[in-house]
């Protein structure tokens, strides 16, 4: 959808609040605010970004919020209604205008609403934003240095590690230029959120309901989650749906008498489903083998079963299904009969369940059977170290 981000942007600043704001999607004072600032866009917008109504923004819509806003006449109402008796309506697309330009009336629009207050712009999924977007985005990096305007964007990493269209992803660009000109300025939140983080959110999310979840049950779901925000509430969501958890009669949540971690929800299954599907099939076939071992598994083991070089197992381990697609990390390398064997690490036991669970059980046991003798071979009077 070319350029949703700012046209959302510009709707918010221009007051379109009030059905957010009856949604619960933003607060009172949230909404307050930008009903505060409406005046001061809708000068800028006459003043010094008059073709972004009618592409940017709609003049009717505007025109409405405007008027619904004061309940006597105003001089900046007064100046845009006799804007807009004077621009003639246009059906022209945001393609079919000079962009530059575009691009340079929507930064002055900007710089006139920082001079009364800061503003931070959060764009959120930046992985699917259309290249109009993405150029805008550029844009104005180049032009806001120095204004009170901090430009927050997050995006999903492995999405754009993969590309769009078998060509590089139009943000990488983005993102390496800013970087060139303005230094550290990525922060990761895989590695900013620790293992103890990622247990402090599991505790404060059960703990946001009165429960009697103990000590064991919390620990469970996050070896299950590792803290994942939507693994862990999806996890939680299907054990209440099941009635493995229940609200006890007091109002608190309580366990029931059998617990079953092994059911994937379904929007986790389908979010593991959309990155696994993506892979190439021989991949796709590298980690079913590997599932079978478990959470953690044997590079070398893999190759066997799978008839292939270990160097090329090795490749795809450590090289596009760690660091693009961050399915896998490597975990530890240990010599065993004069033999180096390399151990990885599913980044999530979920990533392990899913594929595992998607095996019929005739392909899992002729796998279990060839994986258990590779084991023994390697292993040979060792084995009990492996031994279930």
């Known amino acids: 959808d070319p350029y949703l981000p700012f046209r959302e942007i510009l709707e918010f600043l221009t007051g379109d609040v009030e059905s957010r704001w009856a949604v619960g999607a933003i607060t009172r004072e949230h909404a307050l605010r930008l009903w505060e600032k409406m005046p001061i866009a809708a000068q800028a917008l ?3 970004g008059p073709d972004l109504i009618d592409t940017f923004i709609q003049r009717a819509a505007l025109l409405e919020r405007a008027r619904s806003s004061v309940t006597e006449p105003q001089d900046w109402l007064s100046r845009l209604d006799a804007f807009l008796d004077r621009k003639p309506v246009t059906a022209l697309s945001i393609g079919a205008l000079q962009q530059v330009n575009l691009f340079e009336q929507y930064t002055k629009v900007l710089h006139s609403l920082e001079t009364q207050s800061p503003i931070l712009l959060v764009i959120d999924d930046l992985q699917w ?4 977007s993405i150029n805008m985005l550029f844009h104005l990096g180049r032009r806001l240095a120095g204004c009170r305007i901090l430009v927050l964007g997050a995006y999903r990493s492995e999405e754009v590690a993969l590309g ?23 922060v990761n ?14 505790d404060s999310f059960l703990d946001s309901e009165p429960n009697r979840l103990d ?10 989650t590792q803290g994942h925000p939507l693994f862990t509430i999806e996890l939680l969501r299907g054990l209440q749906d099941r009635g493995d958890i229940f609200k006890a009669p007091d109002g608190y949540w309580v366990t029931g008498p059998l617990l079953d971690w092994e059911t994937l929800p379904v929007r986790v299954e389908a979010a593991i489903q959309e990155r696994i599907s993506r892979l190439p099939k021989a991949m796709q076939k590298t980690l079913e083998i590997a599932s079978i071992e478990g959470e953690l598994f044997t590079a070398e083991v893999v190759a066997r079963v799978q008839g292939v070089d270990d160097k090329e197992i090795l490749g795809y381990l450590s090289g596009d299904l760690d660091r693009t697609h961050r399915l896998v990390r490597a975990q530890s390398i240990q010599r065993v009969n004069n033999r180096l ?4 690490q599913f980044r999530h036991i979920l990533f392990q369940k899913y594929l595992y669970g998607s095996l019929d059980e005739i392909l899992r046991a002729h796998l279990h059977e060839q994986v258990g003798i590779v084991l023994e071979g390697f292993y040979g009077a060792e084995e009990g170290a492996v031994a279930v």
């Open 189 to 202: 939140l895989g590695q900013a959120l620790g293992q103890d983080d990622g247990q402090e959110f599991v």
């Open 215 to 224: 000590k064991s049950f919390r620990e469970m779901l996050y070896q299950q």
């Open 46 to 48: 006459v003043e010094v």
């Open 341 to 344: 064997l390399s151990r990885y």
């Open 129 to 132: 934003a259309d290249t109009g």
């Open 164 to 186: 769009r269209e078998g060509m590089r992803h139009p943000l990488e660009p983005l993102i390496n230029e800013f970087r060139r000109n303005f230094g550290d300025i990525l």
